[in-house]
């Protein structure tokens, strides 16, 4: 049927007018109540900051987003949200950057063969400036520890149990707190350097086993001239004190419990608590000689041993040596007799 009138007009109608234009159109009636605040002004101009004056509950603010989209792609690179954050078993911060459910209360950051990195910042300036601590993998080697940039200041790392520091890597060297056990059999350590634990290996022979300083050259950088003394390996002076008046009848400050005992199918031909290969020794504050009787005089020694035999026989110079006298003299062993040397 041809239309009756063939003319069409633009009309504008406001705000409210067109609110109760629509619900009629909707409810197929010519009246009812006007729809919400900003309902009609989102329907002439769908925008999502339309869309959000129109509704009461919402929360946030920021553009619409849909499958693909960019979170922060319209209000910057922070997503804040509380309760729980679901997005399948990976989370995708950047194309390079995933977060992974490996399997029950496991959280893997992972990425093919890409080692990643996780960086927890002390201080942060700018991409150029800052101090933080790293935990994270690069050219196959696993690095934990501090990095700076920039005005960053290099900072110490420590090792905790219990909330009690045992080891700290400092910035300008490491450094053992408190007492640390080295060895399978070490649960509580006595010393502040206690070493245990049996071990089996191929010959060692005279490499050491427990212990060993490699063969190492130390540059002097800043010395000329005379040096009166240089030491590689030093003992400082220890203090002792007690809390109570006490009385230590020997005290030493490095101490050698015996020479090694022969174990399992072992032979020692001759023991020594101490073995210096060669070099000349040098005793500055003198050196003591426990006494003896000649009845337990050292045994298994070689030629050149020397002791203190509190019970000789005699006193003459190189006479060979019995017991059962008053006499107190140093022995000399020659391999066979022990002499007499005053």
Do not use: H
């Amino acid at each position: 049927m041809p239309n009756p009138y063939p003319f069409t007009a633009n009309v504008a109608l406001p705000a409210s007018d067109l609110n109760a234009a629509v619900l009629a159109a909707a409810n197929g009636t010519l009246s009812g109540a006007a729809w919400g605040t900003g309902v009609a002004t989102f329907l002439v101009t769908p925008t999502s900051a339309n869309l959000r004056a129109a509704v009461t509950d919402e929360s946030g603010t920021g553009a619409l987003l849909f499958a693909g989209g960019d979170i922060g792609a319209a209000t910057g690179t922070s997503l804040v949200a509380s309760g729980l954050l679901q997005a399948g078993t990976t989370l995708g911060i950047s194309t390079d950057v995933l977060l992974n459910r490996t399997g029950a209360n496991s959280l893997a950051l992972r990425n093919g063969t890409n080692g990643q990195t996780f960086r927890a910042y002390n201080t942060w300036t700018d991409a150029s400036n800052g101090e933080w601590g790293v935990f994270g993998w690069g050219s196959n080697t696993l690095s934990i520890g501090s990095d700076i940039n920039g005005t960053g200041t290099a900072r110490s790392v420590s090792f905790v149990r219990g909330g009690t520091e045992y080891l700290r890597l400092a910035s300008t060297g490491s450094e053992f707190v408190g007492f640390v056990g080295i060895g399978s059999a070490i649960m509580a350590p006595v010393a502040q350097l206690d070493i245990s634990g049996d071990v089996s290996a191929a010959a060692w022979a005279g490499n050491g086993i427990q212990a060993r300083t490699r063969s190492a050259t130390f540059t002097d950088t800043s010395s000329s001239g005379t040096v009166p003394l240089v030491n590689i390996v030093r003992v400082g002076t220890p203090t002792i004190a007690a809390s109570s008046s006490t009385t230590f009848t020997r005290a030493a400050s490095v101490s050698i419990a015996a020479a090694p005992v022969a174990g399992t199918n072992v032979t020692i031909g001759n023991a020594y608590a101490l073995d210096i290969v060669s070099g000349p020794a040098l005793f500055r504050g003198g050196s003591t000689l426990l006494g003896s009787t000649y009845a337990n005089r050292p045994a298994g020694v070689e030629a050149g041993t020397m002791a203190y035999i509190t019970d000789s026989n005699t006193a003459t110079w190189r006479a060979t040596i019995a017991g059962g006298g008053a006499n107190k003299v140093i022995a000399w062993y020659d391999g066979t007799n022990w002499l007499c040397m005053g």
